[in-house]
């Protein structure tokens, strides 16, 4: 016998196994779209360059080379003025990276003109455009032409082992101030020599141990990407015969301690692994006086 459609959906059996049907087509179509369409994944609006010379360093999306400034030691901004015209700001709204790069890494701030500018790590990011027939012209895509200017410019390597930085220091000994370099780690953390171990080189593992170590930790990295002004040859490891640990060492014990053209360096405590604060030079302990790392 047969059933028009309408006595069939009727039947409470039918009607169950056509809700069944219509429910599930959709899901269906669904699932099948779904597969069909492939996942975009965004160009990266930060990219990673490099040169024989120079090793890996920060782009814009366009491929321009993008500069840290040494007196931007404190995460500010401090290129004003006549250096702004030569040194144009970096800002991207939206940050999209590939590779190794975090997007976390990148924030942005805004400068005392109220404008906003990225920083990567800390570091505000900038242009170069020098002076072409008295025009401010940036550079073209791939030169990186600003790298060491005035010792004070360089390209943003994102795996730098050791840095500089600028800015006026006080002497405690003497309460006199003035612009130094000075060397920094990776977070920005200010770097020590200790005249103790001019004169007693000989001995450089012993020169600071005990108390000496836990106030003046020592500093150690097995990396040398370096801005051009550093040589890696420069640098050098010692081993000590005593170890420490705490928050400079990320916690870890070590033995091992980075030199620099043969003296070792050391944080200080009262620094507060605070980037940019340099508490420590000129003071007078352990027996001798210590200094910021200069190169």
Not at 127 to 139: D, F, I, K, S
Not at 177 to 184: A, D, Q, T
Not at 224 to 252: E, M
């Amino acid at each position: 016998m047969l059933y028009s459609l309408s006595s069939w959906a009727a039947r409470p059996a039918a009607r169950l196994t056509l809700w069944l049907l219509l429910g599930w087509l959709p899901l269906l179509s669904s699932c099948s779209d779904s597969k069909d369409k492939p996942v975009v994944t965004p160009d990266p609006t930060i990219k990673v360059a490099s040169t024989a010379s120079l090793g890996s360093f920060l782009t814009d999306k366009e491929g321009n080379t993008l500069y840290y400034f040494t007196r931007d030691t404190d995460g500010k901004n401090v290129c004003t003025g006549g250096c702004a015209a030569v040194w144009p700001i970096f800002y991207e709204a939206d940050i999209q990276v590939g590779g190794d790069l975090q997007a976390s890494d990148f924030t942005t701030q805004m400068t005392a003109d109220g404008k906003p500018q990225t920083l990567y790590k800390g570091w505000p990011l900038y242009y170069y455009a020098p002076l072409v027939n008295g025009q401010n012209v940036r550079e073209a895509t791939g030169q990186t032409s600003g790298d060491g200017v005035g010792n004070v410019w360089y390209v943003v390597n994102p795996s730098y082992s050791v840095m500089v930085a600028t800015k006026s220091v006080v002497d405690k000994s003497t309460n006199q101030s003035g612009n130094k370099n000075f060397l920094i780690d990776a977070k920005g953390r200010t770097l020590y020599t200790f005249v103790k171990d001019d004169r007693n080189p000989t001995t450089l593992a012993t020169n600071c141990t005990g108390n000496c170590a836990t106030v003046w930790p020592p500093f150690y990295t097995s990396g040398r990407n370096l801005p051009s002004a550093l040589k890696g040859s420069d640098f050098g490891t010692i081993t000590r015969t005593t170890t420490t640990s705490g928050p400079y060492g990320d916690g870890a014990v070590t033995n091992q301690q980075l030199t620099y053209k043969g003296k070792p360096l050391y944080y200080y405590t009262a620094d507060n692994q605070t980037r940019g604060q340099v508490e420590g030079n000129g003071l007078v302990s352990e027996g001798d006086k210590w200094l910021v790392a200069t190169p």
